[in-house]
């Protein structure tokens, strides 16, 4: 049946119903979030892997052993307070807990972000290669220089940790900012083998189709990502910048270490990346915890804004969102940068999309002469391609023409979508009233309805050559499906997609108005000499 349809049309399927199965499959089903009773056990598995890991042990830890695990009672022993976030930091002397106090970084359900999973590693965890030594440490307290410390808005303060062991004392100084980042040197009274673990990602995911696990930024810009669940063996690096862990809108992260630091990423029980650093007897480097917010991450040091990455198609995403934010500073609103960069975008892209339009208007035109040549040579499928192919020659119509506009804009429009549904600037970004959140779906379904409508219409407008009447039907169907699913996506999206629709809408119609008065004029051409030829 496919065969029937033209170039263009089959393309354009066969996205629509990639894109309908990508969108389905990740909203039937969703990212599990596990229960507490699993987070417990999560816990224990996790950090009993996390006693050798410079022997590479299996991350398959049995029951007994994992009873046999006996540690200090991890409560708060400082809690630093700054206006944008809370952190405490437990008697084991790693950072247990960091709150956003702003309230667009609130869970839907109107909640506070915590940004330390309740499992696994937590940022700051040693873990010692001398087993005995680590089973001490894990019994054994940390003391501190405070317990409670207000930071002011741009302030700092320092704060020690530390940990006195049998022969062997640790100190953790520790410099925190206002901003999120904080500066860290580990000092060992005696040199020993140890490891710095990094810490879980936040267990924040309210989106489909984002990008969540680890990353490693080394070498000559080399990013190497690390996805939730699709991790095997080990992995190790050197002249590392920067090691994260990520969802979509936050991370922790580690820098400014020595570039002979040995970092490593392993997997835990469910595949999920579990990064730590080989330490040594003066260990010194940066870290930050919070939102990928580009400014402040480029305020603090320009290297963590690679922390900021769009999947796939983040070589396309990269410059875009630059351009957004650009546009942004410019305008005052993220509403209206969206609908300035479609703009950007449809200029662009219209030399392209304008030779697409066009092919495709010449095809319409000579449609019933490609029927006649099909009938003509229906028994010779050679001599037939080649009188079609003339006739497009003939009449200057590419019946490809239409594909490669298509084809450019898809990675344009997957990477606006990583934009938009990774950009933490959205968040709580208003525009035009009814919409006071553009990384959040559109709460009365105006902005979809409306896309939908004016896909609907572009659809009807554009010129077809079905002759199948249950092909067109499907077809038709095709605008109440985007408009299903586009109901849950953020309306920043949504909005780029209705705005997009309407430029299509405007110049498809400056097209069909050209080839009518083209045909027009032929018509009064044709008419006028035929009149001569009676005279």
Known sequence: MLEKFTPNQRLLIAVALSFVFFIGYTTIFPPQTPNSESNSTRVEKTDKVALKPTTQISTEINGSEIANIKTVSTDTLTTITAKEFTLKIDTLGRISSVVLSNEK?????????????????????????????????????????????????????????????????????????????????????????????????????????????????????????????????????????????????????????????????????????VIYLEGTQDFIFNGYIGPKEYKTLESINPVLVNAIEFGWFTFVATPIFKVLMWLHGFLGNWGWAIIALTILIRILLYPLTHKGMVSMQKIKDIAPKIKEVQEKYKGDPARMNAAVMEMYKKHGANPLGGCLPLLLQIPVFFAIYRVLLNAVELQGAPWMGWISDLSRMDPYFILPILMGATMYYQQKITPSNFTDPLQEKIFKFLPLIFTFFFFTFPAGLVLYWFVNNLFSIAQQYLVNKQFESARAARHEAHLARKHHEKD
């Open 105 to 273: 970084h609130n869970s839907k359900d109107g909640k506070l972000t915590e940004l330390i999973a309740t499992s696994g590693a937590k940022p700051l965890q040693i873990s010692f290669a001398d087993e005995a030594l680590n089973d001490v440490a894990a019994k054994t307290p940390y003391t501190t220089s405070g317990t409670n410390i207000a930071l002011g808005e741009n302030g700092k303060a320092t704060l020690t940790l530390t940990q006195n062991l049998p022969e062997l004392s640790v100190t953790k100084t520790l410099t925190f900012y206002a901003d999120g980042h904080y500066d860290a040197k580990i000092s060992l009274s005696n040199e020993k083998r140890y490891s710095l673990y990094l810490g879980q990602h936040p267990e924040i995911i309210e989106q489909m189709m984002t990008v969540v696990g680890g990353m490693v930024y080394s070498g000559d810009n080399l990013t190497t990502i690390f996805e939730d669940g699709d991790v095997e063996g080990r992995s190790i690096f050197s002249d590392v910048h920067l090691v994260s862990a990520f969802d979509q809108y936050y991370a922790t992260i580690f820098y400014g270490f020595d570039k002979n630091t040995q970092v490593s990423v392993e997997r835990d029980m469910n595949s999920n990346p």
